[in-house]
């Protein structure tokens, strides 16, 4: 992905005339085009967080989650194609990309006691605090 983002940030550059002192904001501009960051909603109990994810159009068989005792990362692909030749497309702002989004957990938790379920496009998630004699 970081090679993907740094081609497209080099043609946005030669496509601005390769001014200096962009680079940044180039890089920013390619990020954003290749990479997807949803929307969340991060809360707490007394002994668990509940995070809930919009990923509208993402399959559950699509989503890639890595768990850690103080993150949790969710990456997966989004694809839009169009019926060519069934019909003519007027408009379309569907996008295909990379969904990446790293959350840390305000507080360590247990990663074998974490379930995910996909629903109506909302990844909801709940994660078991660790308690203090869990090791990292």
């Not at 068989?61 to 694809?79: C, N």
Request: hydrophobic share 35%; aromatic share 6%; with cysteine.
């Amino acid at each position: 992905m970081h090679d993907r983002i740094a081609r497209r940030a080099y043609d946005i550059f030669t496509s601005n005339g390769r001014t200096v002192g962009r680079e940044l904001d180039d890089w920013l501009e390619a990020e954003n085009e290749l990479v997807w960051e949803p929307s969340i909603e991060l809360s707490e109990t007394d002994k668990e967080f509940v995070l809930d994810m919009a990923i509208p159009g993402v399959d559950a068989k699509d989503i890639d989650m890595e768990v850690t005792p103080d993150y949790l990362v969710v990456k997966a692909g989004s694809r839009h194609d169009h019926q060519e030749g069934k019909r003519k497309i007027h408009a379309c702002e569907f996008e295909s990309g990379s969904l990446f989004r790293s959350i840390q957990f305000p507080k360590k938790i247990n990663p074998d006691r974490v379930k995910a379920e996909l629903r109506n496009g909302i990844l909801h998630l709940t994660a078991e605090m660790a308690t203090p004699t869990q090791k990292d």
